[in-house]
């Protein structure tokens, strides 16, 4: 699974649980919710962003981005309005919808602000672990064989016994 459609479901589901409280109570959803209201909601938007991380999307796609921050809203308002007994219930007022409209215009914006950083961020450390794991150059050094002691005597013997004429003896 590619790195950024993990970060992309995790944002997504932790994005739309929060931001479904918000709205909700924004558009006059009554009281804050109950803590069974918030463990299900919790889990309620895990799903949504394990099921938008499970999808690949080759680019980085709004109308994936919002649909799936659009289902995570419904999710999440279905959530606090069946846990809870709420006032309004189900039904949506123009408020309440335009609220999570607006919420899912706020998160899509966000949700696309941190896959940007998250590239970078990959970006930046993938240059970084190159260049510290990378070997460097062997350093090979030239070795050659220079003689610290010169034998005067040996290259005189060995000049002199090249100086004599060579070929057969001559005839006396």
Do not use: K
Not at 9 to 34: C, K
């Amino acid at each position: 699974m590619p790195v950024l459609a993990q970060v992309r479901g995790a944002a997504v589901g932790s994005v739309s649980g929060a931001v479904s409280i918000a709205a909700h109570g924004v558009a006059g959803g009554g009281m804050p919710p109950s803590q069974s209201a918030v463990v299900l909601l919790l889990a309620a938007c895990a799903g949504v962003g394990a099921a938008v991380a499970a999808v690949t999307v080759r680019d980085r796609n709004w109308v994936f981005l919002l649909a799936a921050l659009t289902a995570g809203q419904v999710v999440g308002h279905t959530t606090l309005s069946v846990v809870d007994d709420h006032a309004h219930g189900l039904e949506l007022s123009p408020a309440m919808i335009a609220a999570h409209l607006a919420a899912v215009a706020v998160s899509a914006a966000a949700v696309r602000a941190v896959e940007g950083a998250c590239l970078h961020v990959l970006g930046a450390f993938t240059r970084v672990m190159l260049v510290l794991v990378s070997v460097p150059p062997a350093q090979t050094v030239v070795w050659s064989a220079t003689p610290l002691y010169r034998a005067t005597l040996s290259l005189w013997l060995l000049a002199g016994a090249a100086a004599g004429t060579r070929g057969p003896p001559t005839a006396a």
